[in-house]
């Protein structure tokens, strides 16, 4: 059964058109994350909510932005997308600290 | 496009023989840590943990081990099959943050 799930699986956007993409969890946990992962790299941590409690990255660039606006719900948003920002985007959950975090399948977003 | 990525340590392995994947973690402070296998196009699945009061833990077919003294993390894949083959990351985080780190990440390569 689906856990997290991650809508759209891939997304064509055009630069600097912005995209948003969504996240939605079953397992009513408290803490969701954002990741963006290159290819051949380890996922790069974004932002994460505790309930609605935002946290950034303090790398994490001003065209990025995030809203939870409910616990199921959380969605990246990105405002003017380059070509490096083409990526897989994970979002992931845990229940609290130091729990086991899941992710979600991802979305491949591919910029024009 | 997606900037060129770095190159992932790999390790092939013949099928049948056991895997080891090791991973050296950085905070000391860290007291749990995650195993995740990540095939090509999907998000991070979760593989096996283990807390920090502990030296070993095992799962079906996998073993963690974790030495706290020199911070070194290693997953055992026994009788490795092909499905096996993907990229195994390691994960820490520790009880006063909700921040989980990542290794670089090991591609595993199983030959027939």
């Known amino acids: 059964d689906a856990m997290v799930i991650q809508n759209p699986r891939y997304q064509v956007t055009q630069f600097g058109k912005p995209v948003t993409l969504s996240c939605s969890q079953t397992?009513?946990?408290?803490?969701m994350y954002w990741y963006q992962q290159k290819s051949s790299q380890a996922p790069k941590l974004l932002f994460h909510?505790?309930?609605?409690?935002?946290?950034n990255e303090a790398d994490t660039p001003d065209n990025f932005q995030s809203r939870r606006p409910n616990t199921s719900f959380c969605f990246l948003d990105i405002r003017s997308p380059g070509l490096g920002d083409a990526a897989m985007y994970l979002c992931?959950?845990?229940?609290?600290?130091?729990?086991?975090?899941?992710f979600g399948p991802g979305t491949r977003l591919l910029v024009l | 496009g997606e900037s060129v990525g770095l190159h992932l340590p790999t390790l092939s392995v013949q099928e049948g023989d056991n895997s080891i994947i090791n991973c050296a973690y950085s905070n000391s402070a860290s007291d749990y840590f995650i195993w995740y296998k990540q095939e090509s196009g999907k998000g991070p699945q979760f593989i096996i943990d283990?807390?920090?009061?502990?030296d070993k833990r095992q799962g079906q077919r996998v073993t963690v081990l974790l030495n706290k003294t020199v911070k070194h993390l290693s997953l055992q894949i026994a009788a490795t099959q092909p499905g096996d083959s993907a990229v195994y990351f390691c994960?820490?985080?520790?009880?006063?943050?909700?921040?989980?780190?990542f290794g670089t990440g090991t591609r595993l390569k199983v030959l027939a």
């Open positions: 994960a820490e985080t520790d009880s006063g943050t909700y921040k989980y780190i």
């Open positions: 283990i807390r920090s009061n502990m």
């Open positions: 992931a959950t845990s229940s609290t600290s130091a729990e086991t975090q899941y």
């Open positions: 397992l009513n946990h408290n803490v």
């Open positions: 909510y505790y309930d609605k409690d935002f946290n």
